[in-house]
């Protein structure tokens, strides 16, 4: 049967083919889809993870215990499980393991663009990277394959625009006759102890060499033979991009990435006059194809930085002066000067009466990944730093470090309930231990939100919907040694001024906790929508004092010859309060 | 049509039902027996950010971007998300658009003002502009909230697909409590 499928869902159902058992992910673009499809197969245990580490920790006892095991994570996530990775690459496995990471060229939205190919070769573990959502079904049930035939685990490398573009896939029935898991001790290979590691190495590097031999044969590595002057080896998205631009060239389409099938790309070098790499972000392939001695152009003419498309391929290929590519007709259309449309935080958010205090209060904000980070857009302009998931609360304890006692107190991170489970509560560890003065803000929403409101440990549900215990975040505060730990309601910004101004004024280590819920949790009772506010139109002097907060809800409405007025679209706001609160004039009222 | 692959554009803003129109569309040229891929970028853009999604069909679809310059049809979903993206869009090429303004930030904010002439500047570079005033024929339907239906019916008269396959679509896709208002939007959409 045929169905139109994202390469997220199509990586999920081919878990489904493949007789997966168990699947285990942390949120993150552009990733975040697929756990949120394998919860469609009752025969796959799926569930999100603390964090990537502890994802692909669970994948492994589930492949250890004979289960095919998927973990799921976006590229900056391969950073935080990198620990166990390595030492998988060395026990290799028992059921099938695959993990997949969703790279992000371009950086739609990530912090920075790592290119995950070389995760590949320095964990020493071999990578396929499909080209559309068929060729997702189809690798992940081959990545399953291969990792129990090598005793492997192996990558699954997708970019945004494979995970979340859509084409037609053919399904088919899920494998039957696998083994029943089981537990089998075996610790000469599970063990790795320097005694036994030492054991285990030479055999992951003659696995590689196998693998690279195997290669040359794998129907994923495809030969496609036209005109022969010249010749583009290529992988993902960037083989569709080419076969677009350059429909009559020869391409080596290479379905595994890692490591790569020396004696083909031989093959494929001796029959074409001029050999090209379209590679996007690194030159990994590149550069391992010239230390092979072969003569190739790829970053010499391409951008190392950004995604690739059709356009930026011919143009590329056109400035080098190589003919080939058919030529787009250029639009005639004038691009428009118009206002920017940049991303906002929701109407009723309860992060924004927070970032409007700081901005008051000029708190210096180290900030952390999720929906708050866009508390750094003016109007809230109320973000100072912000580099990877958990980092906020060390950057805190590192500021404090170093500046003037009387500037320490300015000090505030922030963080969301799901980014201090993930990895911030390490931090906070250490900002008790070290006794930093800083204060620290955890945002608690109840829900991983920026993602698309996935559910975490403090949130009292999984990812399944069942019912389950919710961490108590002030008591785990105070388990780790906090002394003072301060509730707070953020629509109530007098309150939230007083304890934020308190907590920051202390020379001790201090914990402040938010406790209004996303708006866009859809689980009843959670959200209910207030009463919708109005402004008087006799009231408002025009101050703008309300538009301080950035709220989509609030429009300013410039008046015709006298000054202008502000207004609530009433099919956006929530009730929340908070414009209400910043009007001198009383002019913001519930409306009637 | 480039190549007999015929590039279809669709834009507005994230909240804006981008998606599922666009999953509409993919569902019927699928059913009407052609390839069919499709490309969005969504995360970030949930948050009210400006919204693009691309798709495309013929015999044999490779890239699932349309190239810059080759759209056939622009497909609107908000007047300034419209205007933002005609450098897409081929020279020829047809512009259905909805009648709808939203503020985005710096607007609210009254920092700068929403565009003017947009209408006009559109017709002038691509004279094939259909303007469809969708919430008022949504709301004749039953539902102001079908808008995008009217909008899908008209794009749908542009394009040479059966409308059995449309309806099948529509049948598919949208919730079955909804579906009648919806196929009455869409068959309002197509008459225009």
Redesign the interface.
């Known amino acids: 049967m045929?169905e139109?499928l994202s390469g997220n869902e199509a990586i999920a159902r081919g878990a489904y083919e493949a007789g997966c058992r168990v699947a285990c992910a942390y949120p993150g673009?552009?990733s975040t889809e697929i756990l949120e499809n394998t919860i469609n197969y009752k025969e796959i245990n799926s569930s999100w993870a603390p964090n990537e580490k502890v994802a692909l920790e669970v994948a492994i006892g589930a492949s250890f215990g004979g289960g095919r095991a998927l973990c799921t994570m976006k590229h900056v996530g391969v950073n935080v499980a990198a620990d166990p990775l390595f030492t998988l690459s060395y026990t290799g496995v028992n059921g099938g393991l695959v993990l997949v990471t969703a790279d992000d060229p371009e950086m739609?939205?990530s912090q920075n663009e790592q290119d995950n190919r070389n995760y590949a070769k320095f964990a020493k573990v071999p990578m396929l990277e499909p080209s559309?959502s068929e060729e997702c079904l189809q690798f992940t049930r081959l990545a399953f394959e291969l990792s129990e035939q090598y005793d492997t685990p192996v990558m699954l490398r997708t970019t945004?625009?494979i995970s979340?573009?859509?084409?037609?896939v053919e399904l088919a029935e899920p494998v039957t006759g696998l083994p029943q898991p089981q537990l089998v001790r075996n610790a000469a290979k599970l063990v790795m102890l320097p005694g036994n590691a030492r054991v285990r190495h030479p055999l992951v590097e003659e696995r590689m060499s196998k693998l690279a031999e195997a290669g040359a044969s794998m129907a994923i590595n495809r030969l496609e033979l036209r005109d022969t002057s010249i010749g583009i080896i290529t992988s993902g998205?960037c083989y569709?991009?080419v076969?677009?631009v350059f429909p009559e060239a020869s391409t080596l389409k290479l379905g595994m990435v890692h490591p790569l099938p020396q004696t083909l790309i031989r093959d494929f070098a001796s029959r074409v006059e001029r050999l090209f790499v379209v590679e996007e972000l690194d030159p990994f392939i590149e550069d391992q194809v010239k230390a092979m001695g072969l003569a190739i152009t790829g970053k010499e003419i391409l951008p190392i930085c950004g995604e690739l498309?059709?356009?930026r391929i011919?143009k590329a290929f056109a400035a080098a002066g190589i003919q080939g590519a058919?030529v787009?007709?250029?639009?005639?259309?004038?691009?428009?000067k118009?206002?920017?449309?940049?991303?906002?935080?929701?109407p009723g958010c309860p992060h924004r009466g927070v970032f409007y205090t700081l901005n008051q209060l000029k708190a210096y904000v180290t900030g952390d990944i999720g929906?708050y980070t866009?508390g750094f857009?003016?109007?809230l302009s109320a973000m100072d730093t912000c580099v990877c998931m958990g980092a906020s609360v060390g950057m805190a304890t590192g500021v404090t470090k170093v500046v003037s006692s009387e500037e320490q107190k300015k000090v505030v991170a922030v963080i969301g309930d799901s980014t201090f489970l993930h990895t911030g509560i390490n931090g906070l560890m250490d900002m008790v231990y070290n006794q930093s003065p800083a204060t620290l803000i955890i945002l608690d929403n109840r829900i991983t939100a920026?993602?698309?409101r996935q559910d975490n440990p403090a949130s009292g549900f999984t990812l399944m919907d069942d019912p389950t215990h919710r961490v108590d975040l002030p008591l785990l505060c105070k388990a780790v040694g906090v002394q003072h730990i301060r509730l707070i309601d953020p629509f109530d910004l007098e309150q939230t001024r007083k304890v934020i101004q308190e907590e920051m004024n202390r020379p001790e280590p201090s914990v402040i906790i938010t406790d209004k819920p996303c708006v866009l949790i859809k689980r009843e009772g959670v959200f209910e929508k207030g009463i919708v506010l109005e402004v008087d139109e006799e009231g408002c002097v025009g101050c703008?004092a309300c538009?301080k907060i950035?709220?989509?809800a609030?429009?300013?409405r410039?008046g015709e010859g006298q000054r202008?007025k502000a207004y609530i679209e009433p099919l956006l706001c929530t009730g929340c309060d908070v414009c209400r609160q910043l009007c001198k004039f009383n002019a913001i009222g519930r409306s009637k | 049509m480039s190549g007999g692959i015929t590039n279809i554009l669709l834009v507005g803003v994230g909240g804006q039902g981008i998606l599922l129109a666009s999953e509409i569309l993919s569902e019927t040229f699928m059913l009407a027996g052609f390839d069919v891929k499709k490309s969005e970028i969504h995360g970030m853009s949930q948050r009210g950010g400006s919204v693009v999604s691309h798709v495309r069909y013929g015999k044999e679809v490779f890239s699932p971007i349309v190239p810059e310059g080759q759209g056939d049809i622009l497909f609107g979903f908000e007047l300034m998300e419209t205007s933002r993206y005609l450098s897409l869009l081929k020279p020829g090429g047809t512009v259905v658009a909805n009648d709808l303004r939203i503020a985005s930030p710096s607007i609210l904010m009254g920092k700068e003002s929403y565009p003017e002439g947009l209408v006009e500047g559109i017709r002038e570079q691509f004279p094939d502009f259909l303007l469809v005033d969708g919430h008022k024929l949504a709301s004749e339907a039953g539902n102001a909230r079908a808008a995008n239906t009217v909008l899908l019916g008209a794009v749908s008269k542009r394009l040479d697909i059966d409308e059995k396959f449309w309806l099948e679509a529509l049948q598919k896709m949208v919730p079955p409590k909804a579906l009648e208002i919806n196929r009455k939007a869409f068959l309002m959409g197509r008459s225009l």
């Open positions: 045929k139109i673009t552009p739609h939205s559309d945004t625009r979340h573009s859509k084409s037609v998205a569709q991009y076969r677009e498309t059709p356009e011919q058919i787009a007709s250029s639009s005639t259309a004038e691009p428009a118009l206002p920017p449309r940049p991303p906002n935080m929701c929906c866009l857009m003016p109007p920026m993602t698309g703008r538009l950035g709220c989509p609030i429009e300013w410039p202008g």
